[in-house]
């Protein structure tokens, strides 16, 4: 097994504004994404010779990416791993490059969801069953982490609710500093801890939006990237790891942790060579759908020590001015959650990020060299979690 | 000689008074409360839980036979008691049988299970009866109709109630009923109906059973009988003879109400839960005529204290309030439309899946020995690729108690009963069940609480009811 390491190169990213668009489908998502990725990249879509397309539910088969661009009987392939769409569609085109099967390929990851009726997915995520998982849908599920995180680390039912609050507050600033964001508005603790419930302990402001987005990429091998741009990063690791889904059934599985994310981050740090990811990455941009999501995730992959992110969030070191700013972007919070894309606009924060060019200045980080990228799908004990590091070749 | 060898009765956890009933309407709606079935319970659902109280520390081998009783059978076509059979793990080679459309139905269910173990053709035979009477909102009986269920356990060992004479009269007499595409019962006048109808044909039955078997009051210790509302119950006390204070058994109309064709049984089960040995028992039936039993209480009676009563789920209890929860739990209006995916079903999945969800039966592997639900193929444990079924034990997981590891309160679910509640429950045998919370008190939740499992409805969807078990916290 060889590392990945500094093989595949970013040249080109791009988005959509993220938001409810309902005056955009999804054909205008993938097109605004695709065109300024490309764009970005100084090539056209006859440059590509072929493509990764993330979507979970907003259609089926890539036909929707080639209709969408026109493109000319490409080599598309269409992939889905729920809410780990995005970095998943990365971490398949990395390897078509790394083969030498194609120089050029475009990754995009698109997500409509506001032509439903109402807030949320139209289908629920894994296998139906009529009866067993019925009811339960993903904020009820990831609430009970919370819950059990607040008993496990004994913090009072206020201590958790400010605890997980704290991060929305800093989420909610990120995102007020970020055009391309849903929601650009600052909030206050207070305002978080007084926002209606919805599955208890996690109010309004612990979920993130429902909106529509796109976001797109740019690879190829490392080797051609000056081709196309001096600033272009490389892909310094990559995991994937899918659980067994039956961690929810068994009673050692205690739900303050995320295994998955445990492993897929051991497989990119050992890709990427990190020893000590807090000192050796200078920003993270984890799967945030909800606050307690963002908590779990920055102790699974090892940013801080478990049970050991209440000190750190009073501390601010996950704030733009602290030594780990975690989504500096505004995260999943304030960009809302189109399920197939978050993955690939989390990899566009770290991209644009690196090379300094953080739409807002007051957003930018001071030198960032390597960054990473997590990107979780399924709920607490039944996770598909994929990790990026991307840094400065 | 056949008779009653175990009891059990279920009152739902939610009661409505009748003051917040009045308070809905504007009227005076008196003194007492009503048991109201949860959203998610139905005769079926409440009928499985009589049976568990009733079968407590009862092996089930020897039933023979399963008679359910009810005038609002969830399916009008589709044979409940084989629903209830499935949930409580009975054998397949059984007899089960429905009985509907009359009141009487817990009675006539009665007699024939003590007619097929007097013959022979059971060992044992369980009669349910469960009933949730609708009653029209706004209406006299909407404050006196409740909803519960009772079963009793016929057999000929170990008896704890001998039968010791029967008396029954059929009467074409039209009081209440309800034509098929009803969703409430009509009534004639009530002076006509309580005249010439209850207060009438019930002496006339009692009458004839006394005179059959040449008793007089004198000769009983306890007079057992279902009424519609407290003022009829009392006035044909008087009209039969019989002394009220003394003699006559409550008809729980006041903390139950008249829940139907499982009334009788209900009382009946209220009046042994206190008999003694000896007491010989009045018992009768009203409804299309009417069913009267002579009882006699054995010295097994004493085994069955303390188990299966009335007394434990009638003292467990939550008020329903505002009155508008109840118009929801029974879906009496027309709803704004929930433009969420509406819920589904899959026939296919009850059918290769029956025995973990109607029986909630999980799987201990052979060869690491975990306990473990849901049932599948390759160890959750130990990963043990096996290539049959059978290497893994049954663990039938029903009666295990577990404590609540974590809970979540959604207030958004598509649910008449807000917050719906998800949690992790550990069974006491090491597996770990991942599901729904149902009557609870939402401010009393703990991590560590003791959990028990309920067979309710988990939604209705397509037209079928798909049903599976929940837990709540331990009642009684």
């Known amino acids: ?393 | 000689m056949a008779g009653i060898i175990s009891y059990g009765a279920y009152v739902p956890f939610y009661r409505l008074s009748r003051e917040e009933i009045g308070k809905a309407w504007g009227k005076r709606g008196g003194a007492g409360e009503k048991a109201v079935a949860g959203w998610d319970e139905d005769t079926i659902t409440m009928g499985v839980e009589a049976c568990h109280q009733c079968l407590k520390n009862q092996p089930s081998e020897e039933i023979d036979a399963l008679t359910f009783a009810t005038t609002t059978p969830p399916y009008a076509q589709k044979q409940s008691s084989s629903i209830i059979a499935a949930a409580l793990n009975f054998r397949k080679d059984m007899q089960t049988m429905d009985v509907g459309h009359s009141v009487r139905g817990g009675t006539n269910a009665l007699k024939a299970a003590l007619d097929a173990v007097t013959s022979g053709s059971a060992r044992r035979a369980v009669v349910v009866a469960s009933d949730a009477p609708l009653p029209p909102p706004d209406s006299p009986r909407e404050l006196d109709y409740g909803d519960g269920a009772a079963a009793l356990v016929i057999g000929n060992t170990d008896v704890a109630v001998n039968v010791e004479g029967f008396y029954s009269l059929t009467s074409e007499f039209l009081d209440t009923w309800r034509l098929p595409t009803d969703r409430h019962s009509q009534e004639w006048e009530d002076r006509f109906i309580r005249d010439e109808g209850y207060l009438r044909i019930l002496p006339q039955a009692v009458a004839g059973l006394l005179k059959k078997y040449n008793l007089t009051p004198k000769d009983l210790q306890k007079v057992v009988y279902n009424g519609p509302d407290e003022r009829n119950h009392r006035t044909v006390a008087k009209k039969m003879g019989f002394d009220y204070k003394t003699l006559v058994q409550d008809p729980l109309i006041s903390s139950v109400g008249y829940t139907g064709a499982a009334s009788a049984l209900m009382i009946l089960v209220s009046a042994l839960e206190e008999a003694k040995p000896g007491d010989r028992i009045l018992f009768a039936n009203y409804g299309d005529g009417a069913d009267a039993f002579i009882l006699k209480v054995t010295d097994h009676i004493e085994n069955l204290r303390n188990k299966g009563g009335i007394k434990g789920p009638l003292g467990s209890k939550m008020m329903l309030s505002p009155y508008g929860k109840y118009l929801h739990f029974r879906d009496f209006m027309q709803w704004e439309i929930d433009r969420r995916p509406m819920p589904r079903t899959s026939l296919t999945h009850f059918f290769r899946e029956s025995q973990q969800l109607f029986g909630l039966v999980g799987q201990r592997c052979k060869k690491c020995g975990h306990e473990q639900f849901p049932r599948q193929r390759v160890c959750m444990w130990c990963q043990t690729m096996f290539k049959t079924p059978e290497a893994y034990d049954d663990v039938p997981l029903a009666n295990q108690k577990g404590n609540l590891f974590t809970f979540s309160m959604d207030e958004r679910a598509p649910v008449p009963d807000l917050p719906n509640i998800l949690c992790v429950v550990d069974l006491e045998g090491g597996a770990r069940y991942y599901g729904l919370m149902t009557d609870r008190d939402p401010t009393k939740i703990q991590i560590g609480q003791k959990m028990e499992f309920t067979f309710r409805k988990i939604n209705d969807a397509q037209g079928v009811h798909n049903y599976f078990w929940k837990v709540r916290p331990v009642r009684f």
């Open chain 1, 1 to 393: 097994m060889e590392s990945i390491k500094d093989k595949v190169a970013i040249v080109g990213m791009g988005s959509s504004k993220f938001g409810e668009l309902w005056d955009k489908g999804v054909d205008d998502l993938i097109v605004d994404a695709a065109t300024e990725a490309f764009e970005d990249a100084g090539m056209g879509p006859k440059d590509i010779q072929a493509a990764w397309f993330g979507t979970f539910e907003t259609g089926y088969t890539a036909q929707i990416l080639s209709s969408a661009l026109q493109l000319q009987y490409l080599p598309i392939t269409r992939v889905e791993n729920a809410c780990a769409t995005g970095v998943e569609a990365i971490r398949n085109a990395c390897y078509g490059l790394i083969a030498k099967a194609y120089d050029r390929v475009l990754v995009l990851g698109v997500e409509k969801m506001k032509d439903n009726g109402f807030g949320g997915l139209l289908a629920a995520p894994g296998t139906f069953h009529p009866v067993y998982g019925a009811q339960a849908i993903a904020v009820g599920r990831y609430a009970m982490a919370a819950t059990r995180y607040f008993e496990r680390y004994g913090l009072s039912r206020e201590e958790g609710k400010k605890t997980i609050g704290m991060i929305s507050v800093k989420s909610h600033y990120n995102g007020a500093r970020n055009p391309k964001a849903h929601l650009q508005r600052e909030v206050t603790l207070e305002e978080v801890l007084k926002a209606p419930m919805i599955a208890w302990p996690l109010g309004l402001y612990d979920c993130c939006g429902v909106s529509d987005g796109a976001a797109a990429a740019i690879l190829c091998r490392t080797e051609d990237a000056k081709q196309f741009r001096k600033d272009y990063v490389t892909i310094k690791g990559v995991g994937l790891s899918v659980g067994p889904g039956w961690g929810k059934e068994r009673s050692d599985f205690d739900y303050t942790h995320w295994p998955e994310t445990e492993h897929a981050a051991a497989m990119a740090y050992a890709d990427a060579g990190i020893k000590n990811p807090r000192k050796e990455l200078d920003l993270a941009e984890v799967h945030d759908c909800f606050s307690i999501a963002e908590l779990i995730a920055i102790e699974s992959l090892g940013l801080c020590e478990k049970g050991h992110a209440k000190e750190d969030i009073e501390a601010g070191s996950f704030t733009l001015k602290g030594d780990m700013p975690v989504n500096p972007s505004g995260g999943l919070k304030s960009f809302g959650h189109p399920v197939g894309a978050s993955g690939c606009r989390e990899v566009m924060e770290v991209y644009k990020q690196l090379q300094g060019k953080a739409q807002k200045p007051e957003r930018q980080l001071k030198n960032p060299k390597m960054g990473l990228v997590h990107n979780q799908g399924g709920h607490p004990g039944r996770f598909m979690a994929g990790v990026c590091v991307i840094g400065l070749p």
